[in-house]
């Protein structure tokens, strides 16, 4: 089960734009996004990379720094290291890329399965601490996204617990719940989002962490159990680009 509080290291085959692998540990002090994607999913060409590169494009990477994650559970031939490596070039995308590792036997990737991903394109933000603070699959507006960041970056490396808290029940007031906005247009019964079923989360929570919209990915129906003193929120919403753990793709 993943600890927020502790998010593991990176388990992947290799990474690519970079002399030197990048760390958690090496990261602490600045706001760390971390974008998941497959260069074949809809979601992460329409969506996910090009927030990326808008993120890594407009914040000093000294204080926040993207890194993409490729989760390669569906058609891994088609995701070796030169072909990302072109697919970058192509795109222009000058951010660290890891490869995620494929685990024999397993259906998703080491790291997509440590952190408990299930599709693509997927969007984590650590805080300065290193703590796991959001969560999105799918579709995050940019708007949210950068006004969460920015709200990581007013705290200190060493804010106590007290202040983070104060900054997420801001945050909690100023913006609107995008799952409440599409409350009336997914169901989380089966039909809103591919290759899960109905899925069951059960928290414990003082803050938010969002699962934003899309289509979810591989690992059938999940569940979550987490008592954590920063929190979870997960929304996946239906009629978005996503790809599937089952082959699939919506589009």
Known sequence: MLDPENPPEFTVETWINTMKAPTLADLKGRVVVIA?????CKGSLGHGIPQA????????????????????????????????????AEHGLL????????????????????????????????????????HYLGEASDIRLASEIMAMLVEHPEAPRETSLAIERLLHAALVDPDEVHQHEHDHSGGGCCGGGAHSHSHDHDHDHAHG???????????????????????????????????????
């Not at 808008?54 to 088609?78: I, K, S």
């Not at 036997?105 to 984590?124: D, I, K, N, W």
């Not at 979550?224 to 996946?236: F, K, L, P, T, V």
């Open 213 to 251: 919209g899309g289509c979810c990915g591989g690992g059938g129906g999940h569940k979550h159990d987490h008592d954590h003193n920063h929190g979870h929120e997960h929304h996946a919403h239906g009629g978005k680009d996503g790809c599937c753990g089952d082959g699939s793709c919506r589009s």
């Open 36 to 40: 998941t994607f497959q260069p074949g």
């Open 95 to 134: 951010f660290p890329i890891a490869i995620d590792k494929i685990v024999p036997g397993q259906e998703l990737t080491a790291t997509m399965e440590a952190y408990e991903l299930r599709g693509t394109p997927s969007v984590l933000v650590l805080d300065r601490q290193g703590r796991v603070r959001r």
């Open 53 to 88: 590169q808008r993120v890594a494009e407009n914040f000093d990477p000294r204080q926040v720094v993207v890194l993409g994650l490729v989760t390669a559970f569906e058609n891994p031939e088609a995701q070796t290291k030169e072909k990302i490596e072109a697919f970058a």
